[in-house]
Structure formats: C-alpha cells, structure tokens
C-alpha cells in the first residue's frame, strides 16, 4: 500500500477492504498477494451472499487488485473473466429496490395543528424543534447540508414581529463540482422568511 498513489480515504478504504480480504483467505490457508483467480471470484461470491451490493464488491476488488499480483498482464479487477464474473453476479442476485414509503402531506400538517405540537404556549420546546425543522425543510425543498448550514445566531437569524429570517453561514454551503452554490441561500442572497406559527 506503501506504493499506492490514491488519496487518503481511498488508501484507508482500501486498506480495510484488503485486510478483511487477508482474513478470508488466510483462514482456508491461501496466500492473499497471490491468490489463486478463481479463490479471488470465490471472495465476491461469498461478499454478493453476504448482501453486499454490486458497487461495494467492485470496491473490494479493486482493493484487492492494488495488492494482488496481475494474472495474464493485467489485474484481476480488469480481467475479462472478472467482468464477466461480475455481470453474472448481477443476474444471479439481481439488486432489489425497495418501494418508497408514501405520506401524506395534509395528514401531517393536521398532525401539527394538535398535541403535542399545540398549542405552542404549552408545546415542549422538543416537538417544537421537530415542527420547526419539518416546516423549513418541506417549504424550503432544500437538502441535508444546505439545512445544517443554517444558523440560530445573528446575524443568520434576525427575529422581526411578525417574522423569522434565517440564512446559512456562507463557509457552512457546499458547492458542486461546477462551483454553483445554491440558489437564493448563497452570499447576498434574501435567506429563508418564514411567519411565525401559532
């Protein structure tokens, strides 16, 4: 691994996948750097038995193939018999996915109109954080990180009578790989008004 030019969470996440490789193949008594081929394709079968997804057994292999001698001039994540292996793999277990669970959107603002989350004199301040934080995520349609980015302090916040205005704190917003930050939340941007609930 010492050789291996990737980057650091790469070379961890390799690192972890060739050493749990090591176990397997040191408990049947194979030498992992030079594992027979087909005690290599034995792996992932027993990694797809194991649930593991596709993607993850590619990763694993890959691991493997940074630390395992080349078969026939190439590695064994690159041999043809792997990829074929793999597709097979995809037919035999094919992935499965699960059916989103549907809500309704009216059942739950109802819910938020009776206890616990009301009256808000009386309401915990925890169901009211859970309110407070349903609401600025469904009327915002904003994802995970934009919402964490979210601050309660000034000058992210500012109370007014009738209104709150929240905005990120702009080190906190991520950026895609085309350098676009999010609309409307970035600097100079108007925030996020929302009226008071009672």
């Keep these: 691994m010492s050789s291996y030019k990737g980057a650091p969470v790469t070379r961890k996440t390799y690192l972890s996948k060739w050493t749990q490789f090591v176990h397997w193949a040191t408990s049947r008594n194979i030498r992992p750097q030079d594992a027979p081929f087909p005690d290599v394709l034995e792996y992932l079968l027993h990694l797809r038995q194991s649930h593991l997804s596709l993607s993850s057994i590619r990763v694993h292999l890959a691991a493997i193939a940074t630390f395992h001698a080349t078969v026939e001039d190439t590695t064994v994540f690159a041999h043809p018999v792997t990829k074929q292996f793999l597709k097979g793999l995809q037919a035999l277990y094919p992935e499965v996915a699960l059916p989103q669970e549907s809500w309704e959107l009216h059942l739950v603002l109802t819910t938020l109109t009776k206890p616990p989350f009301e009256p808000m004199a009386t309401c915990s301040l925890y169901h009211l ?64 008004a929302m009226e008071f609930w009672s």
Excluded: Q, Y
């Design 129 to 192: 954080s859970l309110k407070t934080a349903f609401l600025v995520a469904i009327i915002s349609a904003r994802r995970v990180s934009e919402m964490a980015a979210l601050m309660a302090e000034p000058p992210f916040t500012i109370f007014f009578k009738n209104k709150v205005t929240m905005r990120p704190h702009p080190k906190f917003l991520g950026m895609d790989f085309c350098g676009w930050r999010p609309g409307g939340w970035g600097p100079g941007g108007r925030g996020l």
